[in-house]
């Protein structure tokens, strides 16, 4: 089946690190633009961070800017997200995406460019 799958999620204090997966299978993940978005009750999906196919181009939201790292392994079929200096704010459900499309800074963070999405892992600050 073609699916992503995250993980790392959990809960932690404010200050502290977390580091998520998405594993992907069933399909050529080196050749999909990935991102990671997150989602908190009453809100809107809101786009975290996003890198390109070969990992050289990378996209954050200003909130998340210097703090949260994407990164790819495409051998392993495996993207992260480490997330360090964790505040309340940053408390949500985090879902990785894949995608063809080739995005720019100003798109990136658009859901329907994003043609698969996982299941999402919550990740609560406190």
């Known amino acids: 089946d073609v699916q992503l799958v995250e993980s790392g999620g959990g809960t932690v204090e404010a200050g502290g690190s977390l580091r998520l997966s998405c594993v992907a299978s069933?399909?050529?993940?080196?050749?999909?633009?990935l991102a990671w978005f997150r989602q908190s009750p009453g809100k809107q999906r809101e786009g975290v961070a996003s890198?390109?196919?070969?990992?050289?181009?990378?996209y954050y939201a200003d909130s998340v800017e210097g703090r949260f790292t994407i990164s790819r392994d495409n051998a392993k079929n495996t993207g992260y997200l480490q997330m360090n200096s964790l505040n309340p704010d940053d408390t949500g459900m985090y879902y990785c995406?894949?995608?063809?499309?080739?995005?720019?800074?100003?798109?990136?963070?658009?859901?329907?460019?994003?043609?698969?999405w996982g299941q999402g892992t919550q990740v609560t600050v406190s």
């Open positions: 995406a894949t995608g063809a499309e080739i995005l720019t800074k100003d798109g990136w963070y658009d859901p329907p460019r994003y043609g698969l």
């Open positions: 069933g399909y050529v993940f080196s050749r999909d633009t």
């Open positions: 890198i390109s196919i070969g990992g050289g181009v990378t």
